[in-house]
């Protein structure tokens, strides 16, 4: 996104420095500059503001993944609101509705945990998305039913919300972290 906004405005600075000849009226003549005005330094460019809205509404808190994880994260920065967006958007294609939340939160050593929760108008909703999900395995100890690979995904269903949750841990990232999922499933689910 800053790569194209970057690219935008090289191509607007671009525009306003061609030649257009006649339509361009002379500039009026002033005093010539000084040379104390010649060694001011010349400002730098501004870049765009960083875009960090939230996406997480309330779901989840970093004090909670810390102490689910024992991981020193806290909130990521981004534009969280957008990637909800494509969440709901998302479920949209297969004919549901959901409202969706999203909460990044990393830690400078590299560690990273997702959490995303869907929360449907029903569970019959939350039923039908959760029979398309493929490829991991039935886990207890979390929600009314969850799958897991053990390490960096789990997916737990409740009600009529799903939560996600996405993890991980830099120093480990194959290790066995099924505990940590499911600790921060079932703080996620508690609000989804």
């Known amino acids: ?43 730098s460019p501004s870049h765009p503001p960083v875009v960090n809205s939230d996406g997480c509404h309330g779901l989840i808190s970093a004090a909670q993944v810390q102490q689910a994880t024992g991981l020193p994260v806290q909130a990521s920065q981004g534009d969280g609101a957008a990637a909800v967006a494509q969440y709901a958007q998302a479920v949209q294609t297969l004919g549901l509705n959901a409202d969706a939340r999203m909460c990044p939160f990393g830690s400078p050593a590299g560690d990273q945990v997702t959490v995303v929760a869907l929360t449907f108008a029903d569970a019959g909703q939350a039923q039908k998305l959760w029979t398309t999900i493929a490829s991991l395995d039935a886990v207890g100890g979390v929600g009314e039913a969850a799958l897991s690979d053990r390490s960096k995904t789990l997916l737990a269903r409740r009600g009529k919300a799903i939560v996600a949750v996405y993890l991980v841990v830099a120093a480990a990232p194959g290790a066995d972290h099924l505990g940590q999922l499911r600790s921060v499933a079932n703080a996620a689910l508690s609000k989804a």
């Open 1 to 43: 996104m800053r790569l194209f906004l970057l690219a935008a405005a090289a191509l607007c600075l671009l525009a306003a420095c061609t030649d257009e000849g006649t339509k361009r009226s002379p500039l009026p003549a002033g005093p010539a500059p000084s040379a104390e005005a010649s060694l001011r330094p010349v400002p």
